[in-house]
T-cell receptor, first 115, second 114 residues
Framework: KQEVTQIPAALSVPEGENLVLNCSFTDSAIYNLQWFRQDPGKGLTSLLL?????REQTSGRLNASLDKSSGRSTLYIAASQPGDSATYLCAVGAWVSGGYNKLIFGAGTRLAVHP | DGGITQSPKYLFRKEGQNVTLSCEQNLNHDAMYWYRQDPGQGLRLIYYSQIVNDFQKGDIAEGYSVSREKKESFPLTVTSAQKNPTAFYLCASSIDRRNTGELFFGEGSRLTVL
């Protein structure tokens, strides 16, 4: 059974720091991996989608890497800003019967960036 | 603007009542999903639909029901059989029925049982 773990559960950093959020999964047979951002009381916003054949994706100050063999993904945030404060969730996609790609979510890392 | 609209944002229910959460999308996506989020836990899949008039149970379907009569609509009913319904409910969609691309979410509905 696929399990997704995110460490740390919470992180507080001063503005301007570069930081890394970690996501690990137990089964390397994944189809893709997505990183999401969630603000309090809101829905999820997709940040980056990495297909299983890719090693990384970049969007602005965000860079996500994927190492299927070790079951790990990292989300790198450069030059953090207070507006980056949110919960970050990763989700891995795995095929299930019926030809459907099911997403399995981690519990998230709650990030606080203080001025 | 294209997106997913969930309503109501907040809902209170007395024990024994059924309630229905609305989810509408104008993204022309084939697949739609309902997730439940509890504090400190990852999202858990309740039901999903890959095409109109078809839906499948997810991991925690007991006490819930859905319908998919139109491509753009996927309402979720929380029945009185759901023992612990207080949670944050999220609707999502993806462009293809195999869910190989990005997943887009609505703003969520918070259900509280009184």
């Amino acid at each position: 059974k696929q399990e997704v773990t995110q460490i740390p559960a919470a992180l507080s950093v001063p503005e301007g720091e570069n930081l890394v959020l970690n996501c690990s999964f137990t089964d390397s047979a994944i189809y893709n991996l997505q990183w999401f951002r969630q603000d309090p009381g809101k829905g999820l916003t997709s940040l980056l989608l990495i297909q299983s054949s890719q090693r990384e994706q970049t969007s602005g100050r965000l860079n996500a890497s994927l190492d299927k063999s070790s079951g790990r993904s990292t989300l790198y945030i450069a030059a953090s800003q207070p507006g980056d404060s949110a919960t970050y969730l990763c989700a891995v996609g795995a095929w299930v019967s019926g030809g459907y790609n099911k997403l399995i979510f981690g519990a998230g890392t709650r990030l606080a960036v203080h001025p | 603007d294209g997106g997913i609209t969930q309503s109501p944002k907040y809902l209170f229910r007395k024990e024994g009542q059924n309630v229905t959460l609305s989810c509408e999308q104008n993204l022309n996506h084939d697949a739609m999903y309902w997730y439940r989020q509890d504090p400190g836990q990852g999202l858990r899949l309740i039901y999903y639909s890959q095409i109109v008039n078809d839906f499948q149970k997810g991991d925690i379907a007991e006490g819930y029901s859905v319908s998919r009569e139109k491509k753009e609509s996927f309402p979720l009913t929380v029945t009185s059989a759901q023992k612990n319904p207080t949670a944050f409910y999220l609707c999502a969609s993806s462009i293809d029925r195999r869910n190989t691309g990005e997943l887009f979410f609505g703003e969520g509905s918070r259900l509280t049982v009184l």
